[in-house]
């Protein structure tokens, strides 16, 4: 008996779900750690090291693995994926001491790395090229708000406890099992599938002049709005519990699920002007990293939740503009291969607030350091919108003509199409 393949449709919608829960299970853990420091005795530093080999298993899979998917096709990448969230997740579900569940976070990186190439790369061969890119930034940001924001929902209604973590993480797991069984009805998209793929590469543009000063450009961006928000994953916690005295769980995740909603907002309801230039993206997440160090430092909890805000839809336009260049200039046959390059870039941006905080705050105080590291990001977002070091004008129109965007139209003709 054949196997069922689902319409265009119901494929494209499918690899969006599939991208959604794998992101989702990359926020989850980010109000349980209080839990799981309690019951397995561990302190910051250990959280600190989860949080990056997390990082550290993303960008494994996508300097390693990320030409995978070109060469042996896109379900069988996408279900390698969802196997690593899986044994992450049973890992999670009874973990019985930190290096399980650190290993854990290693293999759940892995899985997030394969998805988001493969997952995006997908996408753009199931649907439109702008769609499809939009519809991956609403995966890739609603999954990872979704995550935070249902760990936090079911810990005030389950209880700060591990069983509550455990339900929670079996819920997580049988959603995985459901969406690989949706995989298999996903028609292939990568026709001749060829040897090779399993090799460290370094990254990769396209190979095309303006193709690549548009890519370096969706990559530079990505960078930045993931700076912002690892910044503020960094500060959330100690910034409730140190200068509010707030020791809900549910509080601190509900702020981090609110960054990603107003993201998601942000990119899916700005009109195509705000979306289609990198100066609204960068503009906004200036102001709202600037807002809500201003917070931090006033001990403003008011400041604090509008920068979040401000920041999120700031990040959201940055992304999802990022993502529909690199989606339009990227080479068919290598897409996976170079959307692995734009990732890359998003996780070492998000990596680094957390390194830098650690090291600053070894010769400044706290407030002083996570100042220090904002400043940085406000500098990169203003740079990146007022395109410094961007393309020259001639450059920008061969890449409207390369990616599909508006062209000048020259004025004869725009006066010979005027009726009357």
């Known amino acids: 008996m054949s196997a069922i393949r689902l319409p265009g449709r119901a494929a494209f919608a499918t690899v969006a779900l599939v991208y959604a829960v794998v992101m989702l299970g990359g926020t989850i853990p980010i109000p349980m750690w209080g839990i799981w420091a309690e019951a397995l005795r561990f302190g910051p530093f250990v959280i600190t090291l989860a949080f990056g080999l997390y990082a550290a298993g993303t960008m494994v899979s996508l300097t390693l693995l990320s030409s995978w998917s070109d060469h042996a096709g896109r ?49 753009a061969e199931l649907g439109p090229a702008r769609r499809a890119a939009t519809v991956a930034t609403v995966s890739n940001v609603g999954g990872l708000g979704t995550g935070v924001a249902v760990a936090a929902v ?47 590469r370094r990254p990769l543009l396209p190979a095309a002049r303006d193709r690549r000063l548009g890519f370096a450009w969706a990559a530079m961006g990505v960078f930045v709005a993931f700076t912002v928000t690892g910044l503020f994953s960094s500060l959330v916690p100690s910034f409730l519990r140190d200068e509010l005295g707030v020791r809900e769980p549910i509080v601190p995740g509900l702020i981090v699920a609110l960054l990603f ?67 339009r200039v990227a080479d068919p046959r290598r897409r996976a291969d170079q959307l692995a390059t734009y990732f890359l870039s998003a996780y070492a941006g998000n990596v680094l607030p957390t390194l830098g905080l650690g090291a600053l705050s070894q010769v400044l105080d706290a407030r002083s350091a996570s100042l220090a590291i904002a400043a940085v990001i406000v500098l990169g977002a203003l740079l990146a919108g007022a395109g410094a070091v961007g393309p020259t004008r001639g450059e920008r129109c061969r890449l409207r003509r390369i990616s599909g965007g508006p062209r000048r139209v020259p004025a004869e003709r725009r006066a010979s199409s005027v009726p009357g």
Not at 100 to 123: D, E, K, P, Y
Not at 175 to 196: F, I, K, Y
């Open 75 to 123: 379900r069988v990448v996408l279900f390698a994926g969802l196997g690593l969230s899986a044994v992450s997740a049973g890992l999670l579900l009874a973990a019985p001491n930190v290096l399980v569940v650190l290993a854990a976070r290693v293999l759940g990186g892995l899985g997030a790395g394969l998805t988001a190439t493969t997952a995006s790369a997908a996408l």
């Open 261 to 327: 909603g107003a993201a998601l907002v942000g990119q899916t309801l700005a009109p195509p002007a705000l979306v289609d230039r990198v100066w609204p993206g960068a503009a906004a997440m200036a102001a709202g990293t600037a807002v809500y160090e201003l917070g931090l430092l006033a001990g403003a909890l008011g400041l604090f939740v509008a920068g979040t805000v401000i920041a999120g839809v700031g990040f959201g336009l940055a992304f999802r503009r990022g993502l529909d260049v690199a989606q």
């Open 154 to 200: 079911a810990l005030q209604i389950g209880g700060e406890s591990i069983d509550t973590v455990a339900v929670l993480y079996a819920w997580y797991l049988g959603a995985v099992v459901l969406c690989a069984l949706a995989v298999t009805g996903v028609p292939e998209t990568v026709a001749g599938r060829r040897s090779g793929g399993l090799a460290f």
